[in-house]
Nanobody, 133 residues
Framework: QVQLVESGGGSVQAGGSLRLACTAS?????????????VAWFRQAPGKKRETVAA????????YYADSVEDRFAISHDNIKATTYLQMRDLKTEDTAMYYC?????????????????????WGQGTQVTVSS
């Protein structure tokens, strides 16, 4: 069974930084370079729909960022550690949310809405990020 575990959340003042980590276990990456996995970070604030924050192919060649975070967040992946990171800087109060990571197999990164949550099957438990003024 695939398991994803998030860490790194917490409380920070506006303008501060946090780095989230998502470590995966229980799966073996395909040897077919045309059929790779993608990992995405999502967030959901109270009363709002869950949205994609950033996504990355496990090969590291293709990324996606929401417009609201593109200049401030950076997603990266370490294949050896099977860990995907989300480096967040210049945090704003509107970044406050529960952050989740999720994994999708057979991901054609860069094709269509490859970063949308509908195709992500395996999810972590979430980690809370709270940004105060």
């Amino acid at each position: 069974q695939v398991q994803l575990v998030e860490s790194g959340g917490g409380s920070v003042q506006a303008g501060g930084s946090l780095r989230l980590a998502c470590t995966a276990s229980g799966y073996t990456e395909t040897s077919n370079s045309n059929s790779r996995s993608c990992v995405a970070w999502f967030r959901q604030a109270p009363g709002k729909k869950r949205e994609t924050v950033a996504a990355i192919s496990t090969g590291g060649g293709v990324t996606y960022y929401a417009d609201s975070v593109e200049d401030r967040f950076a997603i990266s992946h370490d294949n050896i550690k099977a860990t995907t990171y989300l480096q967040m800087r210049d945090l704003k109060t509107e970044d406050t949310a529960m952050y989740y990571c999720a994994l999708r197999r057979l991901c054609l990164a860069g094709v269509g809405t490859w970063y949308s949550e509908q195709m992500y099957v395996y999810w972590g438990q979430g980690t809370q990020v709270t940004v105060s003024s």
